[in-house]
């Protein structure tokens, strides 16, 4: 099997939210999530107000993102700016479908529309 720099299909995911919003980081909401393909980290996606999956993929050799939206699997090398193909991951894949996107539930202003990058 082809291994690709970045991507360690045996990382679970840190949790069903992202890791440094919920630790308390910035206003705790997001809009979506993303997955740091290494090492499993939920992060937010860059339209949300913390852009903390970006901010953890400047990281060496975290670069490579991985959608964690349900019906998502699009991998995105955030130091070329290419979206690539990758290996399956170990689950779970998203969120739970139930999880609100923005969210989380109760974390969300009701202007988040204003308030998107
Ligand atoms: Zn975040
Ligand atoms: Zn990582």
Not at 11 to 28: E, M, Y
Not at 80 to 109: F, S
């Amino acid at each position: 099997m082809t291994t690709i720099e970045g991507i360690d299909p045996q990382a679970v995911p840190s949790g069903t939210g992202c890791a440094d919003c919920l630790a308390g980081d910035g206003p705790g909401w997001w809009v979506h999530l993303r997955r740091c393909a290494q090492c499993g980290r939920i992060g937010c996606c860059d339209s949300s107000p913390s852009q903390h999956a970006s901010a953890h993929a400047r990281t060496p050799g975290h670069q490579i993102l991985r959608s964690f939206e349900p019906g998502e699997d699009w991998f995105w090398n955030a130091a070329t700016q290419e979206y690539l193909d990758g290996p399956a991951l170990a689950p779970p894949l998203a969120h739970p479908a139930d999880q609100p996107a923005p969210g989380p539930a109760g974390k969300v202003p009701a202007d988040w529309r204003q308030q998107i990058n």
